[in-house]
T-cell receptor, first 115, second 112 residues
Framework: EAGVAQSPRYKIIEKRQSVAFWCNPI?????LYWYQQILGQGPKLLIQFQNNGVVDDSQLPKDRFSAERLKGVDSTLKIQPAKLEDSAVYLC?????????????FGPGTRLTVT | EDKVVQSPLSLVVHEGDTVTLNCSYE??????LLWYKQEKKAPTFLFML????IEKKSGRLSSILDKKELFSILNITATQTGDSAVYLC????????????FGKGTRLSVIA
């Protein structure tokens, strides 16, 4: 079974620039999550999709972050404009249904450095 | 607000030692507790615990949950250098959906 795919793996940008990350979940997984993991911290949820609908985006900084999952499969996360504090690893995860706390499968992540 | 606190934050042991990692939590509506291992980037799933007192075991790793005292432990026996990683504890949040709330993790370093 193929895992969660993410690209790019690394990205370095200057502050105020824009960046986009892509995620393709495990086939058949209805629920997709984007997490932000700052160095030394556990992952923090940014947004959760169930199929192509947003279930939880309460912790997404909507003034600069946006995400979509238009066809209910792959997803993109965008930051515009980036700030220094956005430097982090951005993890995408998926789960089969996401309704009962079962295990989520994580992608390799994208390490973003904002200079 | 849901809280997940892990201890210790970091630990250095020698190969062959046994380690115990701790996770305490406060959630309004407990459903499950999950342990992940994070070596480079992607956390990989280890265990999901839902019932008190029932040990989950996989090779040299085991975990148990105490729902009365609101904590879980992850044990690793006969540690190897390949066990070096950050171990994350997570619980589904209190909202009706299930985004995970993670602790800060325990960074385990196993030296030869």
């Amino acid at each position: 079974e193929a895992g969660v795919a993410q690209s790019p793996r690394y990205k370095i940008i200057e502050k105020r620039q824009s960046v986009a990350f892509w995620c393709n979940p495990i086939s058949g997984h209805a629920t997709l999550y984007w997490y932000q993991q700052i160095l030394g911290q556990g992952p923090k949820l940014l947004i959760q999709f169930q199929n192509n609908g947003v279930v939880d985006d309460s912790q997404l900084p909507k003034d600069r972050f946006s995400a979509e999952r238009l066809k209910g499969v792959d997803s993109t996360l965008k930051i515009q404009p980036a700030k220094l504090e956005d430097s982090a690893v951005y993890l995408c995860a998926s789960s089969l249904r996401g309704l009962d706390g079962r295990e989520q499968y994580f992608g390799p992540g994208t390490r973003l450095t904002v200079t | 607000e849901d809280k997940v606190v892990q201890s210790p934050l970091s630990l250095v042991v020698h190969e062959g030692d046994t380690v115990t990692l701790n996770c305490s939590y406060e959630v309004t509506n407990f459903r499950s507790l999950l342990w992940y291992k994070q070596e480079k980037k992607a956390p990989t799933f280890l265990f999901m615990l839902t019932s008190s007192g029932i040990e989950k075991k996989s090779g040299r790793l085991s975990s148990i949950l105490d729902k009365k005292e609101l904590f879980s432990i992850l044990n690793i026996t006969a540690t190897q250098t390949g066990d070096s990683a950050v171990y994350l504890c997570a619980l589904p949040g209190d909202s009706g959906n299930t985004p995970l709330v993670f602790g800060k993790g325990t960074r385990l370093s196993v030296i030869a």
